[in-house]
């Protein structure tokens, strides 16, 4: 292959990476420049063009304004709560897979199938097992009497982010449960044969064995899965658009809702600026407490 050479410069691999570089520009590095200088503006959505500079008024109205502790809220608790009990089903799971027995390769299948249902899909199956009319969840619950006949989870201060929750681990666990298993097998099995030999039970080779040798796709797997429900907005707006009264309206669904109810194209601008800001932080910190060290082991 000719070499372009500019001086004593080869510039061939510049040109290989052209391409990606300007998609890359176009489409990431444009858009998040765009809703920075939106986010300092007072924009409205149907008047772009009488948009004024305001500073960072946006962001003051934003952290003063009453429904702020909510969204907070809202956004810790699914993310902890999702995160946490993914990956819990998710390891559970691929433990028991991860034994022989007959029919495995089918009951992986099986297991990940959640995964592969599309989220409009999903919200459907869900919101019909949650109905107060017709559940299959409602009237199990009911014959043990746990719940009233008439029980909605969807319109209930208290229920409505754990239908949602549910909704998002049966979603998200086959992802951990496929990482968590390529963790599994690889590693060495004559650790847990010399285990066996100096006496160890099942529950010691799991947490003295299986869970130390799965640090570092546990790292990972925490890592994609936090960002990923931090930034989820299809489930959450198609089970409850935000409702009961802002109790799950995270951070993405209450950028929708200012920029696309509310026509505040501004306040919105900033509120997903915020949102970018934080993800950044928590990788960037995350990567130096846990994934650098990982790697450097």
Known sequence: MTKLRTG??????????????????????????????????????????????NGFDNYRAFFSDSSFGRVVLATLSYVVAGVSLTYILGLFTASIVNKPFWGKGF?????????????????????????SRYGVINFFLHEIGLIPIDFSWLSNPRFAMCAIILATIWKQYPLGLLILLAGMQSIPKELYEAASVDGATAFQKFFLITIPGLRYVTTVLILLLTIWHFGNFVIIW???????????????????????????????????????????LFTVIYYILFVRKLVRV
Not at 36 to 44: A, E, H
Not at 107 to 123: E, H, K
């Open 8 to 53: 004593k410069i080869d510039i061939s691999p510049y040109l290989f990476i052209l391409p990606s570089l300007l998609i890359m520009v176009a489409f990431l590095i444009f858009p998040i420049a765009r809703a920075l200088q939106l986010s300092l503006t007072d924009t409205r959505l149907l008047e772009i063009s009488k948009a004024k500079f």
């Open 107 to 131: 009951v992986r299948t099986i297991l990940i199938l959640p995964w592969v249902v599309p989220s409009v899909v999903l919200v459907i199956i869900w919101k019909w097992m949650l109905s």
């Open 238 to 280: 198609l089970m409850t658009r935000g409702g009961p009264s802002d109790i799950t309206a995270t951070f993405t669904i209450f950028t929708y809702l200012t920029t696309f109810k509310f026509h505040k194209l501004g306040m919105g601008a900033s509120i997903g600026t915020v949102i970018f800001i934080i993800s950044l």
